[in-house]
């Protein structure tokens, strides 16, 4: 059975910092790209960041370099988001999601294979 499990969201003021963690069980990572996407009320889920599980390469949308880290942990199956300099815009429910086949780069939601079920971000200014 395949889990992606998130957790680390909670409520956090501007600036602060928070590091979101996805266990993935039931997949064999080598041949995905991890992704961490997010959704606020009203709008698209979109990309956030991506990861090469064979390789290490990463990806960032614009509005969160310099500022978020995507790393993968291969011992124990685990990708995380460490979120610095958080602004109240980078609230939303943040899901962590698998491509099989992948690079962690493709910025469409509907390219990945198999989902978390998402944990809530809030930021307060």
């Known amino acids: 059975q395949v889990q992606l499990v998130e957790s680390g969201g909670g409520l956090v003021q501007a600036g602060g910092s928070l590091r979101l963690s996805c266990a993935v069980s039931?997949?064999?990572?080598?041949?995905?790209?991890l992704a961490w996407f997010r959704q606020a009320p009203g709008k698209e889920r979109e990309f956030v960041a991506g990861?090469?599980?064979?390789?290490?390469?990463?990806y960032y949308t614009d509005s969160v370099t310099g500022r978020f880290t995507i790393s993968k942990d291969n011992a124990k199956n685990a990708v995380y988001l460490q979120m610095n300099s958080l602004r109240p815009e980078d609230t939303g429910v943040y899901y962590c999601?698998?491509?099989?086949?992948?690079?962690?780069?493709?910025?469409?939601?509907?390219?990945?294979?198999?989902w978390g079920q998402g944990t809530q971000v809030t930021v307060s200014s």
């Open positions: 999601a698998a491509d099989r086949y992948g690079l962690g780069r493709t910025r469409s939601a509907y390219e990945y294979d198999y």
């Open positions: 990861i090469t599980w064979s390789d290490g390469s990463t």
């Open positions: 039931g997949l064999t990572l080598r041949n995905y790209g």
